[in-house]
């Protein structure tokens, strides 16, 4: 049979890797880390458990998908939830309110507090569906590169709503629209930050993301995020699919525009296929720097980065949920920093995960796994130490403002994750979180194909290509890409 060779053990290159041997190929994965799941992996530390990346998991049927079609049941393999809260919102002024998933809940709930009409969050969620049902056909399932994308009735369809789709407008502004009350804008200009976005700057049209959350739903793998990796490895591996860690990828091998295989360790690995899960950008870098570059594409602003804390906290606080966020005071500030400023605001939004809540024996008894984490702009050689150490104090500021606490005592693990580790770890170019920001409507046509127009035989997938980051696009991308081999 055929040989692929996968460049990467992200969670497109495992997905891509389970779709390829489905295909017949025999599949070989190299992968620079000793561990698999690149930016979904986990971090263990003195009793506490934490996902190191990822912490938000929506359209599980992605990872369900690759257990059906290679003939196993998903149920046996990979279990999650349903979460009956998606996310719980604090601001300084002492607001609170719980985002219920059961939509005529959350509705009741953001009036009785914040005075926002019911009807007007209704009204704005059906506007997100009718969003994602005319684009996601279009811009999530196929490739944008071929013409037959374009050429099919579905496009046709979307072509004459093209108005009502929010391509003209951005996020906030629709948002001023939709909302009364500035807390309702704020609540739903943050899902610009789901693919790192700038809700002052992104198209309107990515008010699709709310849709994904509330009308289709957020879940929790009941073993934890890492489990997508986790589950999704032991498929590719009980499938035959063979892994190789440690092993950096030197050079993708090219002979007369065909791809033959790849270097590693100086040594010559050859194959039929090469799919390229390593970021885009660095790629071009490096096991790419011989062929031609497609600099429009490789030069797009890149998404934010994150500054996380891993807080083993010897407390338990029982008013935190799952997701929780710590409202800034200024929002336009905040991206303003993160965007223009290339630094961090004073007052960040600060995002507490805890797993333990739904997953106690990620924290002793009694103690909860702080996954603390606000936006910071990516790596373009700040002064990283000075600001990581200026934003910790302004951070735990804020919590103890808010939850009325005084947090640094309870702290007894530490770890922290930023731009520049995010980088060096999984070849992120400058840690962005989800590739190309999205902050302009040309974007989705601005990243990378799945495909190579030059060279044969090659193909891609992951966060920096078409079409974008996160766990669910990125799983997409290894079926689009799948799709495309002959
Ligand atoms: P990556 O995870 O980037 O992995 C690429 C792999 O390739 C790495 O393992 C790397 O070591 C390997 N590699 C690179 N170069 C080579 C080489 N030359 N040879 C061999 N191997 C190589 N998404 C969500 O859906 N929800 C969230 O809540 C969310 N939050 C996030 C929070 C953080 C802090 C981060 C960092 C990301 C978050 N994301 C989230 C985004 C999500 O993690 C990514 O979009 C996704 O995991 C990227 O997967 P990928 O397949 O592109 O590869």
Redesign the pocket.
């Known amino acids: 049979s055929q040989k692929a060779i996968v460049?990467?053990?992200?969670?497109?290159?495992?997905?891509a890797a389970v779709r390829l041997v489905n295909r017949g190929f025999k599949v070989q994965v190299?992968?620079?880390?000793a561990h698999?799941?690149?930016?979904?992996?986990e971090i263990q530390h003195k009793g506490y458990r934490f996902d190191?990346?990822?912490?938000?998991?929506?359209l599980p049927e992605q990872v369900e998908e690759l257990f059906r079609l290679s003939g196993k049941s998903p149920e046996e393999h990979f279990e999650y939830l349903k979460l009956p809260v998606a996310c719980h919102y604090f601001w300084e002024d002492g607001n609170q309110v719980k985002a219920w998933s059961d939509i005529k809940r959350f509705a009741e709930e953001v009036e009785t507090k914040l005075g926002e009409p019911a009807e007007n969050v209704r009204k704005a969620l059906k506007e997100s569906a009718f969003i994602y049902d005319h684009l996601s056909p279009l811009f999530m399932h196929r490739s944008l590169h071929q013409l037959n994308t374009w050429i099919n009735k579905e496009a046709l369809k979307s072509y004459l709503k093209m108005g009502k789709l929010g391509i003209f407008s951005t996020m906030h502004k629709a948002n001023e629209k939709r909302f009364e009350q500035s807390k309702m804008v704020q609540l739903f200009n943050r899902y610009a930050t789901?693919n790192g976005s700038n809700p002052y700057e992104t198209p309107a049209t990515l008010s699709i993301i709310p849709h994904l959350e509330f009308n289709i739903g957020a879940f929790f793998p009941k073993n934890g995020?890492h489990d997508i990796t986790l589950s999704i490895y032991r498929l590719a591996l009980e499938l035959g699919v063979t892994f190789t860690f440690n092993?950096?990828?030197?050079e993708i091998l090219v002979e007369n525009k065909k791809a033959v295989g790849v270097l590693?360790q100086g040594e010559r690995q050859e194959a039929d296929l090469v799919v390229n899960?390593?970021?885009m950008v660095?790629?071009y870098k490096?096991?790419l720097k011989k062929q031609k570059q497609p600099k429009l594409l490789l030069n797009q602003p890149k998404s934010s980065?994150?500054l996380?804390f891993y807080w083993g906290i010897k407390k338990n606080f029982p008013e935190l949920d799952l997701h929780n966020i710590l409202f800034s005071d200024n929002y336009k500030e905040e991206f303003e920093h993160i965007f223009h400023k290339k630094s961090i605001y004073h007052d960040p939004t600060v995002y507490i995960n805890i797993t333990s809540v739904y997953k106690p024996d990620d924290a002793p008894e009694g103690c909860m796994n702080w996954f603390t984490?606000i936006n910071v702009p990516n790596n373009q050689g700040q002064d990283w130490d000075s600001m990581i150490a200026e934003a910790r104090k302004n951070i735990i500021a804020k919590v103890n403002r808010i939850l009325k606490t005084d947090i640094e005592p309870l702290i007894e693990v530490e770890d922290v994750?930023e731009p520049r580790t995010?980088e060096s770890?999984?070849?992120?170019a400058n840690g962005a979180?989800?590739?190309n920001s999205s902050n302009n409507m040309y974007a989705a046509f601005l990243r990378h194909a799945n495909y190579s127009s030059d060279i044969k035989n090659l193909y891609f997938?992951?966060?920096?290509v078409h079409p974008g980051?996160?766990?669910?696009?990125?799983l997409l991308?290894?079926k689009i890409m799948t799709e495309m081999v002959e």
Request: charged letters at 10%.
């Open positions: 460049i990467g053990a992200g969670i497109a290159g495992l997905a190299f992968e620079a880390n698999p799941g690149g930016k979904l992996s190191a990346g990822p912490s938000l998991f929506t789901y995020m092993a950096k990828v030197e590693v899960n390593m970021d660095n790629a490096s096991i980065s994150a996380i984490m994750l995010i770890r999984t070849s992120s979180l989800y590739g997938c992951g966060g920096s980051g996160g766990i669910p696009l990125c991308s290894a």
